[in-house]
């Protein structure tokens, strides 16, 4: 299967600050997509982005598909973002390869 | 629209009995994913269904554990004789055409 490595592993912001996640995959993938797994365990969707770049709000996304990279930005933190950013990449439309994970934890 | 329902949320079952989990797709999903996930790890993929057709279940334990996706109801993961191993939360993902998916709130298996 695809193998799916996120950096860095654990990440720890002050409120306001800014950061880029990032998302490697050893594939070529039709599917991409960020996701935020709350502190209640609930994955939210960010962005479904197998190529190009897009915008919501504070966060943006860019996939690289041709060098096999994403990447998440958050801007302007807050203490809502904390929790756990996924990367998931698909080949086609079958199962999704996660990633490991980051672990974003911001204070106050 | 609502989204993607799983129940139960909270399932605690003791070892050697069956759990039964449900996942209700979003209105107008007909393909269903359901992943795995054990502590502080990412999720795995277990199986792929569409109504009343498995796709691909590569990742699906070869026994005690089968899906279903019925013409009529929800999905069904069912584990048979549970052992402690198999606490971990379950997550089924509904999409309307195999690429973009939505997660459900999960279902929390404690095998005691």
């Known amino acids: 299967g695809i193998q799916v490595e996120q950096s860095p592993p654990d990440l720890i912001l002050q409120e306001g600050a800014n950061s880029t996640l990032r998302c490697n995959f050893s594939?070529?993938?039709?599917?991409l997509q960020w996701f935020h797994q709350n502190p209640w365990g609930q994955l939210i969707n960010l962005f479904y982005?197998?190529?190009g770049t897009k915008q919501n709000g504070r966060l943006s996304a860019t996939t690289v598909a041709t060098e096999r990279y994403s990447l998440l930005y958050i801007s302007s933190s807050q203490t809502t973002d904390s929790g756990v950013y996924f990367c998931?990449?698909?080949?086609?439309?079958?199962?999704?390869?996660f990633g490991t994970g980051t672990s974003l934890t911001v204070i106050p | 629209n609502a989204g993607v329902m799983q129940n139960p949320r909270h399932l605690v079952r003791r070892r050697g009995q069956e759990a039964r989990l449900r996942c209700s797709p979003m209105?107008?999903?007909?393909?269903v994913y359901w992943y795995r996930q054990l502590p502080e790890e990412g999720l795995k993929f277990m199986v792929y269904?569409?109504?009343?057709?498995?796709?691909?279940e590569s990742g699906m334990p070869k026994e005690r554990f089968s899906a279903e996706f019925p013409k009529e109801g929800p999905s069904i993961l069912r584990i048979q004789q549970v052992v402690r191993g198999d606490s971990a939360a379950y997550f089924c993902?509904?999409?309307?055409?195999?690429?973009?998916?939505?997660f459900g709130p999960g279902t929390r298996l404690t095998v005691t």
């Open positions: 993902a509904s999409s309307p055409s195999g690429y973009e998916q939505y």
């Open positions: 594939d070529s993938v039709n599917n």
């Open positions: 982005i197998p190529s």
């Open positions: 998931a990449v698909s080949p086609w439309g079958n199962q999704f390869y």
């Open positions: 209105k107008g999903h007909s393909h």
């Open positions: 269904l569409q109504k009343e057709n498995i796709i691909d």
